[in-house]
């Protein structure tokens, strides 16, 4: 059993910075891809960004791509997502996910295990 524990979300003006933490504890296996995904109320949840944790790649929506960074530190069983620039259309709730491989790594559906989340608001 793996458990996920998210990080790091707050207020920030537009144009402003925040940086998600996701811890993992326990057993690792099948969380070989670390994806971090957002959900406002009444929509689907939406996949941000992805890490493979064996190799480093890594992969991004189109909408953050160039603004948010996606990284991990394996001593720490931590990964991050640095976000840069925020817009007030980034406000979300924002989860961090762990699944077998990335192959399909924006569909939250694939993801076996998830954190509780953590609240970004961006203000203009």
């Known amino acids: 059993q793996v458990q996920l524990v998210e990080s790091g979300g707050g207020s920030v003006q537009a144009g402003g910075s925040l940086r998600l933490s996701c811890a993992s504890f326990g057993y690792t296996y099948g969380s070989d891809c670390m994806g971090w995904f957002r959900q406002t109320p009444g929509k689907g949840r939406e996949g941000v960004a992805a890490i493979y944790t064996v190799g480093g790649s890594t992969y991004y929506a189109y909408s953050v791509k160039g603004r948010f960074t996606i990284s991990q530190d394996n001593a720490k069983n931590t990964v991050y997502l640095q976000m840069n620039r925020l817009r007030p259309e980034d406000t979300a709730m924002y989860y961090c996910?762990?699944?077998?491989?990335?192959?399909?790594?924006?569909?939250?559906?694939?993801?076996?295990?998830w954190g509780q989340g953590t609240q970004v608001t961006v203000s203009s």
């Open positions: 996910a762990a699944d077998f491989s990335c192959d399909n790594w924006a569909d939250w559906y694939e993801y076996y295990y």
